[in-house]
């Protein structure tokens, strides 16, 4: 079965940055795309980026383009997510996930990470 593992979360400033770790593994064939999101407290999961597994094309919420950059390694069978000029509207709990499709949609991801969380505050 396929499993997915976060890392890399924990407490910035405003402003700084943090860098996400996806690491997929147990997979035969691998999964067409790989996609972050986030939660936070009361609020709904909600899409923040993607990345397709075969060449490469990235997708970026609004509220994060300019700031984020999701990047992969196929050798280390490995997604990143490159958090910059963080924002307190930013601190939730990543996760990353993994479809057969190309989509952002939470409902439509076939596998979960455990999340981490990321917190900004000064």
């Known amino acids: 079965q396929l499993q997915l593992v976060e890392s890399g979360g924990g407490l910035v400033q405003p402003g700084g940055s943090l860098r996400l770790t996806c690491t997929v593994s147990?997979?035969?064939?691998?999964?067409?795309?790989i996609g972050w999101f986030r939660q936070a407290p009361g609020k709904e999961r909600e899409g923040v980026s993607l990345?397709?597994?075969?060449?490469?094309?990235?997708y970026y919420e609004d509220s994060v383009k300019g700031r984020f950059i999701v990047s992969r390694d196929n050798a280390k069978n490995t997604v990143y997510l490159q958090m910059n000029s963080l924002k307190p509207d930013d601190t939730a709990v990543y996760y990353c996930a993994s479809s057969w499709l190309w989509t952002i949609l939470p409902e439509q991801m076939d596998y979960w990470g455990q999340g981490t969380q990321v917190t900004v505050s000064s």
């Open positions: 990345i397709s597994s075969s060449d490469g094309t990235t």
């Open positions: 147990g997979f035969s064939v691998k999964p067409y795309s």
